[in-house]
């Protein structure tokens, strides 16, 4: 999902009573639930689609799940101590700050950090889970990665319970309300991605409802296999792409190996100006930016036999 879902569901979560626990809570919840996105980072170094096979992997692993937790508690941990030597004044140590507890400032940390994979799993973008002890690709299917419901939900129940908060009235009601709305909201989305899967199960080896912007309640509805899609009936994919063709692919082409790797279905289509592009149907009609390889047409279409 993206980062302003990720800040706001931490800080609703705080809202539901845990930022009390400790001083710095809420800065724990918020950064934490957007620490696994550290991975970013690799824009820096990685080119074209290489970030593909590097995003939503190690650092939204198990052993990340643990160890970015601890390194923001103890930040934070240090941050209010060094408030607290400076005493008053600028930088100092605010009056109104709740004693600091290093051991729910990580429970908080961590509780902020696994509410990131759980939400990144929602889409169909993916998300390895397991990394780095294994790099299969999880997918939930249930959430369009900008939701703009789940925007107004999270604003509107974050916004009340401070309202509340700094009228003396019961803060923690209207965000736990908010947090029991937003969970049935996940689930109804759940049930309708569960159903059109299985309306259509048994047509093809891959079925995939993709939730599409704002419309929460339709589905694009991605079928078949090999590299020969359906979108909503609509047939895609101009060349057979099968397994046993990655390999190939991803030796005559560098960049479409990262790509084959994050992609989940994957194919090859013609574009108007006689290009062939590897592209993913998940993604087809969004841009040739970060969801396309082009291709050599050598790679695509076998030569002509010689006439005998």
């Known amino acids: 999902m993206d980062n302003l879902t990720h800040s706001l569901t931490g800080a609703l979560i705080g809202q539901c009573g845990l930022k009390k626990k400790t001083g710095l809570a809420m800065p724990a919840l918020i950064i934490g639930a957007n620490l696994p996105d550290v991975d970013a980072a690799c824009f820096f170094w990685l080119d074209g689609v290489e970030h593909l096979a590097f995003r939503r992997g190690i650092t939204h692993g ?13 930040l934070l941990y240090g941050w209010d101590r060094w408030q607290a030597k400076r005493g008053q004044g600028r930088f100092g140590r605010p009056d109104s700050r ?10 908080l940390s961590l509780i902020g ?10 889409n169909v973008y993916g998300i390895r889970l397991l990394a780095p002890f294994s790099q299969q690709w999880f997918y939930g299917d249930v959430l369009f990665i900008i939701d703009l419901f789940l925007w ?13 908060e700094k009228r003396g009235g019961d803060w923690i009601k209207p965000a736990r309300a908010a947090m029991a709305v937003m969970l049935a909201y996940i689930g109804l989305n759940a049930a309708i991605t569960h159903a059109r899967e299985a309306e259509l199960a048994g047509e093809g080896a891959v079925v995939i409802a993709s939730p599409p912007p704002v419309l929460f309640w339709q589905r694009d509805m991605i079928v078949g296999s090999d590299g020969r899609y359906t979108i909503n009936g609509e047939p895609v994919g101009d060349f057979d792409l099968t397994e046993s063709d990655k390999p190939h692919i991803a030796k005559a082409v560098p960049e479409a190996a990262p790509f084959l790797f994050w992609s989940r279905v994957p194919m090859v289509r013609v574009a108007d100006d006689g290009r062939y592009l590897l592209t993913d149907a998940r993604y087809l009609g969004r841009g040739e930016g970060g969801f396309t390889v082009e291709l050599p047409a050598e790679v695509c279409v076998p030569p002509e036999l010689p006439v005998p």
């Open 113 to 122: 950090c696994l509410s990131h994979p759980a939400l990144d799993w929602m």
């Open 152 to 164: 107004v939900l999270l604003v509107g129940g974050v916004w009340f319970s401070l309202r509340r």
């Open 62 to 74: 198990p052993p990340a799940w643990f160890l970015l937790p601890l390194m923001l508690a103890g």
């Open 98 to 107: 709740l004693p600091v507890n290093f051991k729910w400032l990580y429970l």
